[in-house]
Structure formats: C-alpha cells, structure tokens
C-alpha cells in the first residue's frame, strides 16, 4: 500500500515511520525543509525512544522517504494521513488553519481514487467540512476516514504496534476495508463508527483521563488532611475493574500536547451547541492549581522565598519526552522566579526545548548538567518530572552538596527506605505518613 502521511509532528511522525514498519511504501511531508533534511540524514526531531532506528532501517529498506513536496508525494497514493498539528487559538479552541491548508493541497495534486484520513484531534464535525474543501476544489473521487491517534509520548512506537483498539469512522466499506488492512498485522480491536463519533471519541477519551488524574490529586489532598496513603488508594480502586489503575497516580498534574489543549477544545465545542461541561471545567482547574502547592509547601517550610536558591529536577512534562508544552516547570519556575528564588534546573533530556520556550526569564536560571549540579549550594530540591535517574539518587550524596537538606517530591519518587538515616524536610503528594518537617496535624474527625 502506498501512504503519503502529511504533517511529521509526534503523530504523523511516529505513524509514518511504524506503517513503514509495517511493509508499506511511506512518504512523510513536511513544509520546514531543514527538518525533512534532518529525517532525510537519519536524525530525529524529537525525543522518543525506539523512533530514530525503526526511521533509519526503514529508510535504507526504501520503504520511508521523507519530502516537502506534498503535490508529488499524494500522486498515487492510496492513503493520505493528514497529521499536521491543531494547536489551540487563544479561545482553547483548535486551530484548523494547517488541516484546511493541507486540504487544498491535496485536492491540487491527488488522483486515482484515495482514502483521506484525519489523524489530527478535530472538533466533531472537521472531517465533513473537510470532506467539502476538498471537493469544491477537484473533481478527483475519494472516501473520507476519521483515523484518530491514542498515542503516549515516551512510548508512541510501542502503542502503535500493539493498539488498544483502532477506531475507524467512515460511512465508506472501501475506506474500512483499506484501514482494516493497514492495521490487519497489529492484530488490534477495531471500533467502527460513524465520524462524528470517531471524532468525539479522542476528546472523550483525553478528557476522561484528564478527569482521573485531577480526581486522584483531590483524593491525594483529602489524603493529606485525614493521614491516608494515596498511593495505598490508588492501588485498592486500581483493583476495581469497573475503575482500572491506569492514570491514578498522584502528583502535580498533567501537561503535555493532548490533555491541557483537548480538554479546553472539548470545552468549548460544548459551549458551540449551548451546553456548560462544568465537570470538566473543574477538572481543568484542579490540574491548574495543583501545580502550585510545590510553592505552597516551600513557603510553609521557610515562609519569605526570596533569596532562597531551589534546584529544580525535571522540565519536560513526563518522562521519556523532551516535550514541555504545558509541563508544571514552566509555571513553578516562573512563580520561582517571581518570589525572587534563585533556580537551578536540570533534565536529562528537555534542557534545550525548555530554555527555547521559556522566555524573558531564561536569564535569571541557572541550567546544569546534571541533577547534583543543580542541587549544589541549595535550599530545596523540587523534583517536577519522574525520571528514573531521579528517583534512583543516592540521598545521602544529595545530603552532602544541599545548603539545607529540603526534598519536595512533586511526583511521589521516592519511599520510606529511600528517606531512612537521612535528615531531610520530605514533602510528597498524598502520603503525609513519610512527610518530615511540613507534616500538617491529623484532625479529629467527627460526623
């Protein structure tokens, strides 16, 4: 099958690549061509593990070409992708300016009689007016498919080769037949619907996920106050199948590409047809403010911050990424910054997207190279991104080069074993049985 994949972000990226895997003949478009030169050297843009050598070996099998010339790239092809991104306008609404674009480009150049899929996150209803663009502007038959993503960064090439479910909105069987074997080696669930409803599936799904990260960090709040274990919680109602485990670990909230953006898109496609989605507008706003009780609890333990130095481990909003759009750093450091705290910040893989994205207060940021780099001469270490060379510090070797000895683990890292013969101010989430210093006293309760 011949593919021509518009668009080389993370989907498009990691489709491109794993259908090529897969045996078919790829193309992947781009319009920046120093990014095409750079896929077409055998680098990769982004950080994901497995992605650059499943790129090259594919290359040099000459079944992945990468190219910015869309008009030549869909000439003969039986599939276009189109991936290109939808990054959220000022209103939270998603921005179809590339999708429309990509269309008429497309409907220029296409012949045969291809399927059009949109593996881009759209509001309900794109792949129709999409499907109308490209016909006003060509006479070349073709079938629409709404082929939305489920991937995770840190292990998108993993979750395109074994698929929870493929969902595949169409109201064409030409077009299901031709996703159906695409997919047929992965041996995955295929869900087929109507598009409108492939479409509100990924933001259904995003949002509901989003929900169970916000809810579990109230619970973890809740936890705080009444002397539970939230990790112990999470663990009794993962066992719950109606519930599941997935998505219930505390911390400072969600960030990323998908969530923060899907969530308030999905906002506001409610508020189009007249309907308040209150519960997740509180979703959003639980995740917003939970970031902040890392200030909070450093302004417990030494109450005026400024002046104070504070070493910051983790930039990129998960681990196994170098992404930080919406990662919790970029508003710590900046409320950091603004109480007049001196930053030392270091991650292992994201330094250098997150010094480009951060802005005018780059300057007042010290960027180390490595964690006890950035924990030399502090007051307290705040680890923001779970990664594993994180949690696996030696905290007496920490202990030895800290100002004083202030550990807030936004993440839950490390255990009681880890905190023993050590002297640390120890703050996690939702664990107030291993909080040292900042430990709030258990009320009587009575109802």
């Known amino acids: 099958m011949k593919i021509t994949v518009v668009g080389t972000g993370y989907v498009g990226l990691v489709s ?29 843009p982004i950080y994901e593990p497995g992605l650059q050598e499943l790129s090259v070996r594919n290359s040099e099998l000459g079944r992945l070409q990468f190219t910015s010339s869309l008009g030549n790239a869909v000439k003969g092809a039986d599939l276009i992708v189109i991936a290109v991104g939808t990054p959220p306008l000022p209103s939270g609404q998603a921005n179809l300016a ?10 220029d150049s296409m012949e045969g009689n291809p399927v059009i899929a949109i ?33 995770r960064e840190g292990s998108a090439v993993s979750d395109t080769m074994n698929p929870d479910r493929i969902v595949i909105g169409t109201e064409s069987p030409r077009a299901e037949a031709l996703l159906r074997e695409l997919h047929a080696g992965l041996n995955p669930s295929f869900v087929v619907t109507d598009i409108r409803s492939a479409e509100m599936i990924k933001y259904a799904s995003n949002a509901f996920l989003a929900t169970k990260i916000s809810f579990i960090n109230e619970i973890a709040n809740i936890c705080e106050k009444v002397g539970a274990d939230v990790t112990q919680v999470a663990d009794g109602m993962g066992h719950d199948k109606r519930i599941g485990a997935s998505f219930l670990k505390a911390g400072i909230g969600y960030g990323g590409s998908c969530f923060p ?65 919406e990662a919790p ?26 010094r480009s994205t951060f802005g005018s207060g780059d300057g007042n940021v010290a960027w180390c190279d490595s964690a006890l780099e950035a924990a030399a001469g502090s007051d307290a270490v705040c680890l923001l991104t779970e990664w594993k060379e994180f949690g696996g510090t ?33 703050y996690s989430v939702g664990r107030p049985s291993l909080a040292r210093g900042v430990k709030a006293p258990v009320p009587e309760l009575s109802y």
């Open 16 to 44: 491109g690549v794993c259908y090529a895997e897969l045996g078919h003949s790829v193309i992947c478009v781009d319009k920046d061509p120093l990014k095409v030169a750079t896929l077409q050297n055998g680098e990769i």
């Open 98 to 107: 590339y999708i429309e674009l990509a269309a008429q480009e497309i409907a």
């Open 119 to 151: 593996k881009s996150t759209v509001p309900v209803g794109t792949n129709e007016k999409v499907r109308d663009l490209i016909r006003s502007h060509t006479d070349c038959p073709f079938d629409s498919v709404s082929l939305p993503e489920f991937l």
């Open 261 to 325: 953006k899907d969530t308030q898109a999905l906002i506001q496609i409610a508020g189009h047809v007249d309907y308040e989605f209150k519960l997740l507008r509180s979703v959003v706003e639980v995740n917003q403010d939970q970031r902040y009780n890392v200030i909070r609890k450093l302004e417990s333990i030494f109450g005026e911050l400024r002046g104070r130095t504070v070493a910051v481990w983790g930039l990129a909003f998960k681990p196994e990424t170098d992404d930080v759009r």
């Open 329 to 354: 750093a970029q508003e710590i450091i900046g409320e950091l910054l603004a109480r007049g705290v001196e930053v030392r910040a270091y991650d292992p893989i994201a330094m250098d997207n997150f």
């Open 394 to 426: 030696d905290l007496q070797l920490l202990r030895a080069v800290v100002r004083e000895p202030v550990l807030i683990d936004g993440r839950n890292a490390f255990n009681e074993a880890d905190l023993q013969d050590t002297d640390f101010i120890y």
